[in-house]
């Protein structure tokens, strides 16, 4: 395998093209126009910008859903030796090019269909899995594209409450008032001291933690003042009981709060059958497989209402997601193909079928 043609070439031709957050339009058409050659059997655009591609025609689905968006910037897109650099290689088109190698190639059992879901915005609001969730029957067992290395299956993600905390005033002199500024400030200030004291040692999927992800005020004229807060949240917290405490902290200070997204923590059971599918491919492969809990957030979340066995998994180090030095080794990408052509149809005979 090598990066100009072949498994490679396919993974190097969707990092080349870029897809930020909410413009992932051409690097979707490059994504739909590869598919058919790669065996699958329909794919078409959703009302929101998926891709959607599917093989098989039983009644029973196994789903696999990556995203296809990026956040910007990154590194150049280029070739060293065995390694590919470039935004997404990693987070998370390698996982995504993973999915349409392998499903594409994997044998698919009677009775099953596999579907492939490329979404949009997963760096941004999730909407892509936000219509996936709301628009479609559940299937009956589901694989989320995200960096766990080849050898690793992801089981938990924390949670997550994005706040936006805005106060805006026609103009005042500060000795006469702290001002807008000021107000929200101290709010953002409260709710991470109150973040920081809930927070208790142990694993990352039973801990707390808080940052602010933007900032912006004007101190002269119309007075405004406008802080955005990623809250990541543990196993068993609830978004909607914490958002109550942070809004009352806040209409103590005359400083409006939305919440722009929310979703809870999940993880899986270590007999889950897709986290077993997936744990004895890597096996196959003469690895020990790697149960991970992460500290982040992703379309597992999302999806995790439906309720249905699932993990994530896909090649690449987690720790350069959205970082300068982004890169995929091409042995973890075969590593990945490999392992997922074994665990698909696995998966489903073990789902039940």
């Not at 269909?113 to 219509?131: F, H, N, P, Q, W």
């Not at 920081?196 to 990352?204: A, F, H, R, V």
């Not at 119309?222 to 942070?246: K, M, N, T, W, Y």
Request: aromatic share 4%; charged share 25%.
């Amino acid at each position: 395998m090598s990066w100009i043609e072949g498994d490679g070439g396919f993974l190097r031709e969707l990092v080349e093209c870029r897809s930020e957050s909410g413009d992932e339009e051409s690097c979707s058409d490059l994504l739909s126009s590869r598919l058919p050659a790669l065996g699958w059997e329909s794919v078409v655009r959703d009302e929101v910008g998926n891709v959607v591609a599917s093989r098989g025609t039983g009644p029973r689905e196994l789903l696999m859903m990556g995203h296809i968006d990026t956040v910007p910037g990154g590194p150049k897109t280029e070739v060293e030796g065995d390694v590919l650099w470039g935004r997404g290689s990693v987070d998370a088109k390698g996982p995504l090019a993973s999915f349409s190698l392998a499903g594409g190639r994997a044998i698919v059992p009677d009775g099953w269909r596999y579907t492939l879901i490329a979404a949009v915005g997963e760096e941004r609001d999730s909407r892509g899995a936000r219509y996936v969730m709301e628009s479609r029957k559940a299937p009956l067992g589901c694989i989320i594209g995200e960096p766990s290395g080849g050898d690793g299956v992801t089981l938990a993600y924390r949670g997550c409450i994005f706040l936006r905390l805005e106060a805006s005033d026609g103009g005042a002199h500060r000795s006469g008032g702290s001002g807008p500024l000021t107000e929200t400030l101290s709010s953002a200030s409260e709710i991470l001291r109150m973040v920081e004291s809930m927070d208790e040692d142990g694993p990352i999927i039973r801990r707390y933690s808080a940052a602010v992800a933007s900032m912006y005020g004007v101190e002269k004229g119309e007075r405004c003042a406008s802080i955005d807060l990623d809250v990541r949240l543990p196993l068993g917290a609830d978004p909607l009981s914490l958002a109550r405490s942070f809004q009352e902290i806040c209409s103590a200070r005359a400083v409006d709060m939305s919440v722009r997204q929310s979703v809870s923590a999940h993880m899986s059971d270590r007999r889950d059958p897709v986290v077993r599918a997936l744990s004895t491919s890597v096996r196959e492969e003469g690895l020990s497989p790697r149960l991970l809990a992460k500290g982040g957030t992703a379309d597992f979340n999302v999806v995790a209402p439906w309720g249905v066995p699932m993990a994530a998994y896909g090649p690449g180090d987690s720790g350069l997601d959205h970082g300068p030095d982004e890169r995929l080794s091409i042995g973890e990408l075969k590593t990945a193909i490999r392992v997922l052509e074994r665990a698909l149809p696995r998966a489903c005979l073990l789902l039940g079928g």
